[in-house]
């Protein structure tokens, strides 16, 4: 449970995100409706959501959806009561976003005794920071309750990027351990993201230079550019991607390869893929993922492989 990645939105600018312990016995007691896995507890001064579906799936695997369904949320609990009179009761760790429009939002959880030891970093510095130095108005928030990535992005630059599809730049942070740092920008359609090069913030007053917003735009506007940018080659992706995940490039090759033959396929689909797939990670693999505008510039530089000396823009 603690590994599994959760995504958020805020439409405003951050306040804080806050650890809210939720007792077990309360989350028994709150009503559960028989529609929605959803439950709100309340625990100290915030309202908890919680997704029973994270909490209780790894306890009663598939059985407790169909007593569920059936309406036998009280057959649930007492399961639940019985078998935590043999095992440790644990308790639940929320991860609760307050936004400075006084709107908050539940981002994670975790059972307490499965959170695994990392070297603490003050979130909340960090946001202050932001607040003082970094113009933005909303944020796309990721965590797995070890790992924390916060997207300040700023809608007034927003991006056109076809008929529905917008991308926001912004500055883009990530907290496991340290805080690593870099320009960005954001799909509004989805959770894709994409960055310069990722970089350790040393400053522990965690200031930012207005000039990142400006990074952050030209990288949105070359994004844009690469909707009609075609791979001129399997072999060109094979290069490049060449230390890429193999489950990655294992799923999307057949397509790629398919419309690299059609004459369809262009960068912009493939930082798609890549970017769609990132999000299940929130570690080192996803922030080299993320950083693939940087692969993709050095092919419009490089045409020779480096290993065979072959032109990689000609088709096999």
Known sequence: MANSVTWGKVESRLKSIEDVKVKIEDLLDANWQ????????QAGKSLVTVDLSAVFAS???????????EGESKMIKDALRQYWQYREKP????RVVKAEDGAESTIGLSLVRDIKKHVSIDVNRVIEGVNKSFGYNRAVIGTNMTHTEIQFLNSSRRVDAGVGDYLDPGLFIFMNGR??????VSRLVCTNGATERINLFEN????????MIDRAVNLTNWLVEQKGKPVRSIRELAVLLKDYPKPLKQGFWQKWSE??????????????DVTRYANSYLDNTRQKLLQIPE????QELHTICPICASNVTETL
């Open 179 to 184: 805080v690593q740092v870099s320009a960005g």
């Open 91 to 94: 308790a639940l760790n929320a």
């Open 59 to 69: 306890i009663l695997g598939s059985f407790w959806k169909t007593m569920y369904a």
């Open 204 to 211: 522990d007053s965690f200031e930012f230079e207005p000039n």
């Open 295 to 298: 692969i993709v510039q050095s």
């Open 34 to 41: 028989p529609d929605s896995y959803d439950v709100d507890v």
């Open 259 to 272: 419309r690299v033959e059609m004459k369809s396929l262009m960068w912009w689909d493939v930082i798609d």
